[in-house]
T-cell receptor, first 112, second 113 residues
Framework: EDKVVQSPLSLVVHEGDTVTLNCSYEVTNFRSLLWYKQEKKAPTFLFMLTSSGIEKKSGRLSSILDKKELFSILNITATQTGDSAIYLCAVMGDTSYGKLTFGQGTILTVHP | DAGVTQSPTHLIKTRGQQVTLRCSPKSGHDTVSWYQQALGQGPQFIFQYYEEEERQRGNFPDRFSGHQFPNYSSELNVNALLLGDSALYLC????????????FGPGTRLTVT
């Protein structure tokens, strides 16, 4: 059975800090790993990673995948209060028709 | 272009009752997946519908059933509600063959008392 474990479960920082969120996984026939941000209700897509060692970047957010060690990290630099949210990591296998297996999420709180 | 919509937003039911939740996919999408997100947990896959058929199912009992209509909208039905069914129910839509691009709706918050 596919499994995703995220750490830490929660994190409290101040504006301007840099944070690193971790995601380790087990999946049959890995296809992709995805990161989502969930503020109120609907998770919104951040990144999809399929290849090892290639960093994806979007503004202050970046993510990288290590397929050998079965983990990914999400970095957020110069955090802002608007970054406060739950960050979800999910994996997809290549026979899963798009079924996502999520971790329990990391709750990030950024104080002014 | 409307994104994924779900109704109702909130719902309160009593143990033993039945509930129906609704989802309209994003325009151009033909596949709908349902997820259950309990408080403090990540979403868990319930099932996926494509071409009006259940294509894949997660580890949920038969009390959870669904339907997809010719216009691709979908319903999730839960019978004999338990307190543990209280959760946020999320619908995600995608295009067949592009299932890595899933768009989530705002969810329905179900409370079972």
């Amino acid at each position: 059975e596919d499994k995703v474990v995220q750490s830490p479960l929660s994190l409290v920082v101040h504006e301007g800090d840099t944070v690193t969120l971790n995601c380790s996984y087990e999946v049959t026939n890995f296809r992709s790993l995805l990161w989502y941000k969930q503020e109120k209700k609907a998770p919104t897509f951040l990144f999809m990673l399929t290849s090892s060692g290639i960093e994806k970047k979007s503004g202050r957010l970046s993510s990288i995948l290590d397929k050998k060690e079965l983990f990914s990290i999400l970095n957020i630099t110069a955090t802002q209060t608007g970054d406060s949210a739950i960050y979800l990591c999910a994996v997809m296998g290549d026979t899963s028709y798009g079924k996502l297996t999520f971790g329990q999420g990391t709750i990030l709180t950024v104080h002014p | 272009d409307a994104g994924v919509t779900q109704s109702p937003t909130h719902l309160i039911k009593t143990r033993g009752q039945q509930v129906t939740l609704r989802c309209s996919p994003k325009s151009g999408h033909d596949t709908v997946s349902w997820y259950q997100q309990a408080l403090g947990q990540g979403p868990q896959f319930i099932f996926q519908y494509y071409e009006e058929e259940e294509r894949q199912r997660g580890n949920f009992p038969d009390r959870f059933s669904g339907h997809q209509f010719p216009n691709y909208s979908s319903e999730l039905n839960v019978n004999a509600l338990l307190l543990g069914d209280s959760a946020l129910y999320l619908c995600a839509s995608s295009q067949d063959g592009r299932d890595y691009e899933q768009y989530f709706g705002p969810g329905t918050r179900l409370t079972v008392t």
